[in-house]
């Protein structure tokens, strides 16, 4: 099934989702592995670490909205480029660095380069998604991540048994491949703010429902906010559960490996069945359901200071790709609805901001709390806060159900 949507791809969006995969690729490769190889070689705290590393997602967050803000000014690809080239060279920075000032130093710069381009990539998209069906390209994109980054992941574990240097090399090296085809390909060189021009001449439904509607700016704020808090976990995952397997579980690096692959696995094979259902939800419900697996998520991680086993690691694992398949499920294309033209490659900068606070903010505050408190009751602080969301959330759901069965809401629906 994902073979045949993706041949039904227009020939762009198959460009970004094979560039993609290369940087998805070099970022498994690393992802599970990076904290517990700083710890490590620098002989940081979890603390020292995740504050490197949420410094790191505040430079993301200025990238990405400075970059998608430029490439609506001046192009899609020369921001790419520079994102790119710079990110590579950062990757390659990183064997050398000797203290924790160097690690941070690298990182603050290849988190801000980092984030050019994958603004650019979901406003690419956003510039070429066939109004009919919008929401195929996008979940075919975070599809393609996963696919890439869970490979990436299997390769990182045998990668780090030769030494923990060459991950980072072959990241860059990657990275540099990835630049030269951007830089060749006839498809992405005709990418400028000319081409978005055309686009935005043509008559496009969703541009139509975006004049003259204020509320859709509230609905914008509401999902970025919201995704700050549920990115959160997400952050938690990528960066500290490797090391958490590894200290608590004592795990070893293939099968951390072998997990994080587990997740890729899943997304791949439920992502297109999941648009399907959660298609059929009111977006608050979708949060709500996401926020109530993710409490559960660190629950269960709580859990693993009394109970080390690999069966509560697997049971986590697909817990949490579950409630991350209904967050993303129509995130981007729901954005994308609201989103006039000229400003989407801004709009797609601050939802990717969004991303990078909630996955520098999650690894933080987890890992300040995991030196201090140990990580049952840091895990369980966590399930409260995410279960007091949820509450939230559905406090919320029945106010929007009970809204759209009242009879003047009705009536006034009609008569517009």
């Known amino acids: 099934m994902v073979i045949k949507q993706f041949m039904k791809l227009k020939a762009i969006h198959r460009l970004i989702l094979l560039l993609d995969f290369i940087f998805g690729l070099s970022r498994g490769i690393i992802i599970p592995f990076l904290v517990t190889d700083m710890m490590t070689r620098l002989g940081a705290s979890y603390t020292t670490i995740a504050g490197s590393v949420f410094i790191y997602f505040i430079a993301r967050t200025f990238g990405g909205v400075i970059g998608g803000a430029l490439s609506d000014r001046y192009g899609r690809r020369p921001l790419i480029l520079m994102g790119l080239f710079v990110t590579s060279a950062s990757y390659l920075f990183l064997p050398f660095v000797s203290d924790v000032l160097e690690f941070t130093t690298v990182y603050i710069v290849l988190g801000f380069a980092h984030s050019f381009f994958r603004s650019v990539f979901s406003a690419l998209i956003g510039d070429t998604v066939d109004k009919k069906d919008p929401t195929i390209p996008f979940a ?212 990717n901001a969004t991303f990078n606070i909630g996955f520098g903010l999650g690894p933080f505050v987890f890992g300040f709390f995991l030196d201090k408190l140990g990580l049952e009751r840091v895990g369980y602080s966590f399930f409260v806060f995410y279960l007091a969301t949820a509450v939230v959330l559905s406090v919320l759901v029945v106010k929007e159900k009970q809204s759209k069965r009242s009879p003047k809401k009705v009536q006034g629906e009609v008569n517009h």
């Open 140 to 351: 075919m994109f975070y599809i393609n991540q996963n696919i890439s980054v869970g490979i990436g992941a299997l390769l990182g574990g045998v990668i780090l048994a030769v030494g923990s240097s060459f991950i980072y090399i072959s990241t860059g090296l990657l990275l540099l491949c990835f630049s030269i085809i951007t830089m060749f390909h006839p498809l992405l060189k005709n990418q400028s703010r000319s081409e978005i021009k055309v686009e935005e001449q043509e008559p496009v439904e969703v541009e139509q429902s975006y004049q003259g509607k204020s509320s859709h700016i509230y609905i914008l704020i509401s999902i970025f906010l919201l995704n700050v808090i549920l990115v959160s976990t997400y952050g938690v995952f990528n960066d500290l559960l490797g090391a958490i397997l590894h200290d608590f579980v004592e795990l070893s690096p293939f099968v951390i490996g072998l997990l994080f692959a587990l997740n890729s696995f899943l997304i791949v094979i439920l992502q297109l069945q999941a648009l399907k259902i959660v298609s059929r939800w009111s977006f608050m419900s979708q949060m709500l359901f996401t926020a109530t697996l993710f409490s559960l998520f660190h629950l269960l991680l709580g859990t693993l200071e009394r109970i080390p086993a690999i069966y509560l690691c697997v049971l986590l694992i697909v817990v949490f790709t579950i409630g991350e398949l209904t967050h993303v499920a129509n995130l981007k294309s729901k954005v994308n609805q609201f989103t006039p033209a000229k400003k989407r490659g801004l709009a797609f900068g601050i939802l």
